[in-house]
């Protein structure tokens, strides 16, 4: 104990504070009043704007001031009252001790510097519940803005930190930070990047909390849950979260689902390859045995009418199926899976339906259906998809095709 006495008393003679006994005693008394007296009015003030706000609050319609008072804003708003007025009376109490008396303001200073922080902070995220509270908000980056808000918020508080410390002015202590502008920049590399991606994100509407998108490049595929300054978090269709650099949603391609989601309809586009040495064409027996398909028998009936019409016009010899126009099995079965999707209850009829051919490759010939699902739930759009290939895969021997299978 003597020791540490010893160590005080030096330091307090370093730092020019040399108290005699009797200034001990009355400092030790000034302080110990000072600080009840302001504890008492913290403990008073900060209930009677604790009561009021509630009152408040019970009586506006508006959410905003409940959420204010979960995040405790009056509460922090109450400690700065205290201080600024134990500011105000400290002169008054150490006149004969100056020393202490900036010693103390300094001290109170830097409680006020600290109080101010958490008030603060205590209404931008009471401003960010209330705006994620709102519809047309809910899908904007609002975290981003907070937190850009909240960075230069601590920076101010920092260099009012060190300048209270130090004793100089404030802007002097700003003014002296142009020389280190280049590695504060360095620094906040990242943020600043990030705030500006979030900002381009939200001018151009790329992408919006709730937006199902897909980035190969860090693995993502799954519903975006947050945007912030640094960080767009997406939870994966297999519940995984995987974290994505703000800055990387203009810096790099990625799709989003949106356009899919806000339209009328899912697309289909998936091909079947059939084996090109099992196309021919249909003799009669063929088409009389499909025109008892009722989604293709008028169609087989006026196509035979239109072929032979032509035929004898042209004086063909139709000994050959070769010679002359004439259908074949793969044409009148592009044609049933037309009609097939066409009569599909899953499809929207407002949109484009269409069976087509593709290039043709070592693989076979595919025939492709492009056609819009009226159900976009992922679920409920590969069971539509698997119902119409199912039937199209058991239908194709009814033509006499076969899908091709690579073997090994």
């Known amino acids: 104990?003597?020791?540490?006495?010893?160590?005080?008393?030096?330091?307090?003679?370093?730092?020019?504070?040399?108290?005699?006994?009797?200034?001990?005693?009355?400092?030790?008394?000034?302080?110990?009043?000072?600080?009840?007296?302001?504890?008492?009015?913290?403990?008073?003030?900060?209930?009677?704007?604790?009561?009021?706000?509630?009152?408040?609050?019970?009586?506006?319609?508006?959410?905003?001031?409940?959420?204010?008072?979960?995040?405790?804003?009056?509460?922090?708003?109450?400690?700065?009252?205290?201080?600024?007025?134990?500011?105000?009376?400290?002169?008054?109490?150490?006149?004969?001790?100056?020393?202490?008396?900036?010693?103390?303001?300094?001290?109170?200073?830097?409680?006020?510097?600290?109080f101010s922080v958490r008030g603060l902070r205590s209404v931008?995220?009471?401003?960010?519940?209330?705006?994620?509270?709102?519809?047309?908000?809910?899908?904007?980056?609002?975290?981003?803005?907070v937190q850009v808000v909240m960075i230069f918020i601590w920076l101010t508080a920092i260099f009012a930190t060190f300048a209270v410390v130090t004793g100089v002015s404030f802007w002097e202590f700003m003014a002296g930070l142009g020389t280190v502008s280049a590695v504060i920049i360095l620094i906040f590399k990242d943020t600043i990047l990030g705030f500006v991606a979030s900002i381009q994100v939200t001018v151009n509407d790329m992408v919006r909390i709730g937006d199902w998108i897909t980035f190969q490049k860090f693995g993502a595929d799954g519903d975006v849950i947050e945007i912030n300054l640094a960080t767009v978090k997406v939870r994966n269709f297999d519940?995984?979260?995987?974290?994505?650099?703000?800055?990387?949603?203009?810096?790099?391609?990625?799709?989003?689902?949106?356009?899919?989601?806000?339209?009328?309809?899912?697309?289909?586009?998936?091909?079947?390859?059939?084996?090109?040495?099992?196309?021919?064409?249909?003799?009669?027996?063929?088409?009389?045995?499909?025109?008892?398909?009722?989604?293709?028998?008028?169609?087989?009936?006026?196509?035979?009418?239109?072929?032979?019409?032509?035929?004898?016009?042209?004086?063909?010899?139709?000994?050959?199926l070769i010679n002359g126009r004439n259908l074949t099995n793969i044409g009148v079965f592009r044609k049933y899976i037309e009609s097939y999707v066409e009569k599909h209850s899953a499809i929207n009829k407002d949109l484009m339906i269409m069976a087509r051919q593709l290039q043709p490759s070592d693989n076979g010939l595919p025939i492709e259906i492009y056609a819009f699902t009226s159900d976009k739930r992922w679920q409920n759009y590969e069971y539509i998809i698997a119902d119409i290939f199912d039937h199209i895969i058991a239908a194709s021997n009814t033509f006499d095709l076969e899908i091709f299978e690579r073997k090994f």
């Open 1 to 114: 104990m003597e020791f540490f006495l010893n160590n005080l008393k030096h330091f307090l003679e370093k730092a020019g504070l040399n108290p005699s006994l009797s200034d001990w005693i009355s400092i030790v008394v000034l302080v110990f009043v000072a600080f009840v007296v302001i504890f008492l009015m913290d403990f008073l003030i900060r209930n009677v704007i604790r009561s009021v706000f509630s009152k408040i609050a019970q009586r506006s319609k508006t959410n905003f001031d409940d959420i204010m008072i979960t995040h405790k804003v009056p509460r922090n708003i109450a400690h700065i009252v205290p201080l600024v007025m134990a500011y105000t009376i400290f002169p008054n109490i150490f006149f004969e001790h100056p020393d202490w008396e900036i010693a103390l303001k300094k001290i109170i200073l830097l409680l006020g510097i600290i």
């Open 124 to 145: 931008f995220n009471s401003v960010k519940a209330y705006f994620k509270s709102l519809d047309r908000l809910k899908d904007k980056p609002i975290d981003s803005y």
């Open 239 to 320: 519940h995984t979260i995987t974290t994505i650099p703000t800055y990387a949603l203009i810096s790099d391609s990625f799709k989003n689902w949106r356009g899919m989601t806000e339209s009328s309809g899912r697309r289909i586009k998936r091909a079947l390859n059939f084996r090109m040495s099992s196309i021919r064409h249909l003799t009669k027996e063929d088409l009389k045995t499909l025109s008892k398909i009722d989604l293709i028998g008028d169609y087989i009936a006026q196509k035979s009418d239109d072929i032979a019409t032509h035929n004898k016009e042209q004086e063909v010899d139709t000994s050959l």
